[in-house]
């Protein structure tokens, strides 16, 4: 397995002239310019980043009601417990929702040989752990104990989920199993 592979076999053109052009067309009728910083349903949502993910759509949300934070896997780790402290301590959020999902890259990929190609190719491993599972409901129940054990964020108002990929729908995810 080599770090730089990909199973995408088409030739990579980068994307940002899209996206720039996308803006420029966004922008002439931007009218979210007064929205407050504060979310206004007082909600943070940690989710994976996979792409098959639009997490405004799966949760019917709109611009300015939420805090959402992603990384690989819906991850806790020490840089969302800090952006949760700060969302509710700054910003008023009081609610978390996890949402993890079906046939997440994490599931398929080894932490031992990931490292060990990076340290082949560059010469050191990465400090971070890639946290792979095998089942994202175990894994969700996981990360809902990460916060309810830390002093830093309140999870007095947590539930967490996992979105299944082929069907759209989310199944709650119990604390306790």
């Given at each position: 397995m080599s770090v730089t592979s990909t199973d995408v076999t088409e030739e990579f053109i980068p994307s940002a002239d899209h996206l720039v052009a996308h803006n420029e067309r966004f922008s002439g009728s931007f009218q979210d310019g007064e929205l407050a910083v504060a979310p206004t349903m007082r909600l943070a949502v940690?989710?994976?980043?996979?792409?098959?993910?639009?997490?405004?759509?799966?949760?019917g949300l709109e611009n300015g009601e939420a805090h959402i934070l992603r990384n690989a896997g819906g991850v806790i780790t020490d840089d969302v417990i800090r952006s949760l402290c700060l969302s509710q301590?700054?910003?008023?959020?009081?609610?978390?929702?996890?949402?993890?999902?079906?046939?997440?890259g994490l599931q398929m990929v080894s932490e031992d040989e990931f490292k060990?190609?990076?340290e082949a190719e560059l010469g050191i491993k990465p400090r971070w752990s890639l946290e792979p599972f095998a089942d994202p409901y175990g894994d969700t129940r996981q990360s809902m104990q990460r916060l309810i054990l830390t002093p830093f964020v309140d999870a007095s108002y947590l539930r967490g989920f996992v979105y299944d990929v082929t069907d759209g729908r989310l199944r709650e995810v119990s604390q306790a199993e």
């Open positions: 940690v989710a994976c980043m996979d792409s098959r993910m639009d997490i405004f759509k799966i949760l301590r700054f910003l008023g959020t009081q609610e978390i929702v996890l949402l993890h999902h079906t046939d997440c060990a190609d990076l």
